[in-house]
């Protein structure tokens, strides 16, 4: 199993461009989530799905959309990029646990973004 | 809505010293969750409690559960400079349906 991977790793964008983050998943998981971590921020939840269809919105989901058509794939669209979206991005999948909640994360490598 | 706090947010300490991280929820929560984050990495589960009180132990970590269930602590004994890295708390929130980080507890060891 290659367990979660994104693409890009690194990416620098200019200011009003728009880009698309890639993360999938093999684990067959139902949750998956984006995050964005900045230092001495932790790790603040962007978007999150818990299967196919289905997407809800975490803290921070201004400038980004998600979309999940199947249960492998969940790209971020970053729609007109500004320089407070510089951060690491990070992608993760998880089973649901016997209370219904999202157990166990898997985190992908992460993508560094600049926006200049 | 709901926050998850966690102390100290840096630590130094020398190889051989304890470590302890202390995380407190706003709300009760059903579970807690640790990972652990090396520098340049991403986060890696550590483990998972469950039960009000609980205490469960890898090799020189000890993790505990609140007997309420809002607040959890890890602590390492004679730290290693493998230890390095930041540690995180987690906790799902009123809603269950999402995790809520706490902000990390990053620990440096001199060797």
């Known amino acids: 199993n290659a367990g979660v991977t994104q693409t890009p790793k690194f990416q620098v964008l200019k200011t009003g461009q728009s880009m698309t983050l890639q993360c999938a998943q093999d684990?067959?998981?139902?949750?998956m989530s984006w995050y964005r971590q900045d230092p001495g921020m932790g790790l603040r939840l962007i978007h999150y799905?818990?299967?196919?269809?289905?997407?809800d919105q975490g803290e921070v989901p201004n400038g980004y959309n998600v979309s999940r058509s199947t249960t492998e794939d969940f790209p971020l669209r970053l729609l007109s990029a500004a320089p407070s979206q510089t951060s690491v991005y990070f992608c993760?999948?998880?089973?649901?646990?016997?209370?219904?909640?999202?157990?166990?994360?898997?985190f992908g490598p992460g993508t560094r973004l600049t926006v200049t | 809505g709901q926050q998850v706090m966690q102390i100290p947010q840096y630590q130094h300490v020398q190889e051989g010293e304890d470590f302890t991280t202390y995380c407190n929820s706003s709300t009760t929560l059903s579970n807690i969750q640790w990972y652990k984050q090396r520098p340049g990495g991403h986060p890696v589960f550590l483990i998972q409690?469950?039960?009000?009180?609980e205490v469960k132990k890898q090799k020189r970590l000890t993790f505990q559960f609140g007997e309420a269930k809002k607040n959890s602590s890890l602590h390492i004994t004679a730290t290693q400079t493998t230890d390095v890295g930041t540690y995180f708390c987690?906790?799902?929130?009123?809603?269950?349906?999402?995790?809520?980080f706490g902000e990390g507890t990053q620990l440096t060891v001199n060797p």
């Open positions: 409690l469950v039960k009000s009180g």
């Open positions: 993760a999948s998880s089973r649901r646990t016997s209370g219904g909640g999202p157990g166990e994360q898997y």
């Open positions: 987690a906790g799902p929130g009123p809603s269950g349906s999402r995790l809520t």
């Open positions: 799905s818990v299967g196919a269809g289905i997407t």
């Open positions: 684990m067959n998981h139902e949750y």
